[in-house]
């Protein structure tokens, strides 16, 4: 069974369980938020360093988006999102985005709300950028991977195998030829 899920177009890791004890496992990890979830992507603007950020997101079902505040309003649901630059140029920076907490669109909408728009996304991007790209790196979706996850240290027997690893996710080709061509490789 899965556990967790991504946004459309978000390429990575997603985590299941192969059996009921793992399905279990797994998503208690997930609810307790004792499971580090990274991911990387690549912003407008250039970030210089670390920060991490608190907010209530409010999701309009209706629009299938996200409404992002720093004070609590009725409905909304508290995030936190901690994000590093790997790599920066002038126009651009390749993040490494930490959660906290794990609501729709979250990474999305929450660097959007700071002026940094993960490039190519339809919903809460740049237009003018958006369309730049397209023409320039044909780029069609978002780019924001779900790249790392650091498991804690487990006691059941049936998880030595995964107990306190890491686990990467390689970035697709789409996503590592646009590193390079955007001179973001770390």
């Given at each position: 069974g899965v556990c967790n899920r991504l946004d459309r177009n978000t390429s990575g890791i997603i985590i299941a369980g192969?059996?009921?004890?793992g399905l279990q496992t797994m998503s208690a990890l997930l609810k307790e938020r004792n499971i580090g979830k990274y991911y990387q992507c690549i912003v407008k603007g250039r970030v210089t360093k670390k920060q991490c950020v608190e907010g209530y997101l409010t999701k309009n079902r209706s629009h299938?988006?996200?409404?992002?505040?720093?004070?609590?309003t009725e409905g909304a649901d508290y995030i936190k999102t901690?994000?590093?630059?790997?790599?920066?140029?002038?126009?651009f920076t390749l993040l490494?985005?930490?959660?906290?907490?794990?609501?729709?669109?979250?990474?999305?909408a929450h660097l959007q709300s700071i002026g940094h728009p993960i490039i190519g996304d339809g919903k809460y991007g740049d237009v003018?950028?958006?369309?730049?790209?397209?023409?320039?790196?044909?780029?069609?979706?978002?780019?924001?991977h779900s790249w790392q996850l650091v498991l804690p240290v487990l006691e059941e027997?049936?998880?030595?195998?995964?107990?306190?690893?890491?686990?990467e996710a390689p970035v697709p080709e789409y996503f590592a030829e646009l590193k390079k061509r955007m001179n973001l490789e770390n």
């Amino acid at each position: 069974g899965v556990c967790n899920r991504l946004d459309r177009n978000t390429s990575g890791i997603i985590i299941a369980g192969k059996t009921l004890l793992g399905l279990q496992t797994m998503s208690a990890l997930l609810k307790e938020r004792n499971i580090g979830k990274y991911y990387q992507c690549i912003v407008k603007g250039r970030v210089t360093k670390k920060q991490c950020v608190e907010g209530y997101l409010t999701k309009n079902r209706s629009h299938n988006k996200v409404q992002i505040s720093t004070m609590p309003t009725e409905g909304a649901d508290y995030i936190k999102t901690e994000y590093e630059p790997i790599c920066a140029n002038e126009e651009f920076t390749l993040l490494k985005v930490k959660l906290f907490t794990g609501k729709s669109h979250q990474i999305r909408a929450h660097l959007q709300s700071i002026g940094h728009p993960i490039i190519g996304d339809g919903k809460y991007g740049d237009v003018q950028t958006n369309k730049r790209l397209r023409k320039e790196f044909r780029l069609k979706h978002h780019v924001l991977h779900s790249w790392q996850l650091v498991l804690p240290v487990l006691e059941e027997p049936e998880f030595a195998g995964i107990s306190g690893k890491t686990i990467e996710a390689p970035v697709p080709e789409y996503f590592a030829e646009l590193k390079k061509r955007m001179n973001l490789e770390n």
